[in-house]
Structure formats: C-alpha cells, structure tokens
C-alpha cells in the first residue's frame, strides 16, 4: 500500500499549500489584454473585452463584458474617447468600487505617460527573457515622469 499511502500524503499537501490569489485584470481589446499578460506572466489572469475583429468604437455591450468587470481587480482601457460609446454602462452594471470614478483599478493608457511606462515594461520583459538584448547591454532609460522645455 505505499502507493496509497503516497497520493494521500500528496493529496494532503495540495489541500494544505496556501492559494495565492492571482490579480484579475481586464483589458478592453486583445492587444491589451496581451500586454498585460506578457508583464504580468503568472500573477495575473487576464480577460479581454472584445474580440479581435470587434470594432471598439462600436461594440455592443453583453453581460459577460458586466460579469467580467465585477470580478476585476484592474481594469486597462485604450482611453482617448475610444470605448465611450459602451464602456461606462458596462462598468455601470459591474458595480465595482474599484472601476467607479476615482477608484484605483482603472488604467488609462490614453496618456502618452502610460503608454512610454507599458512600452517601458514590455521592452523589459523582453530584455529579461532574451528576445531582444540591449545590443550594448545597457539597462533602457526613458525620462518618464521629467518633463523639458525648450
């Protein structure tokens, strides 16, 4: 019986490891939802919106757009007006503190900041998985956040 006596003691540490809950983000489009997987690797699950033939100006609200933002920790929208047409009564339905204005799990990455900080992180990635060294093997630096004037 050590086989027996082995799926149990296995058995017992599946029951016994603690669950980490991962962060549930939710991306308006797919290239979002890519990026976010791509920098988020096995922290987060991630869910898009639409599908990649869906036109974002043009969507058309579906429960499972609500259901999905209910559950959301974070939510990444393009911005810029693009989802202005679905995405507040969208978020409307979910009733998640976190989505409502002025709440913490919305990012916007209208702003030409946000998207200099996602490229930032995507280049990361990248250089750390080997895709695509730094040919000098100098660390990426862009003045995000420093402003110049001419």
Do not use: F, Y
Not at 62 to 74: T, V, Y
Not at 105 to 110: P, S
Not at 133 to 150: K, M, N, V
């Amino acid at each position: 019986m050590p086989l027996r006596s082995s799926l149990l003691v296995a058995a017992s540490l599946m029951v016994a490891a603690p669950v980490i809950a991962r962060t549930k983000v939710v991306a308006t489009d797919a290239a979002l939802a890519a990026l976010a997987r791509d920098v988020g690797g096995l922290d987060v699950d991630v869910v898009a919106l639409l599908e990649p033939h869906e036109d974002a100006h043009t969507a058309t609200p579906r429960p499972a757009m609500a259901a999905a933002l209910q559950q959301a920790d974070l939510l990444i929208e393009v911005g810029l007006g693009l989802e202005a047409g679905w995405l507040p009564q969208v978020k409307a339905q979910a009733k998640n503190a976190k989505l409502a204005p002025g709440g913490r799990g919305v990012l916007d990455a209208g702003g030409l900041e946000t998207l200099a900080k996602i490229r930032l992180a995507e280049q990361e990635v990248e250089r750390r998985r080997g895709q695509r060294p730094l040919a000098d093997g100098r660390d990426l630096e862009l003045p995000i956040g420093r402003r110049e004037h001419a």
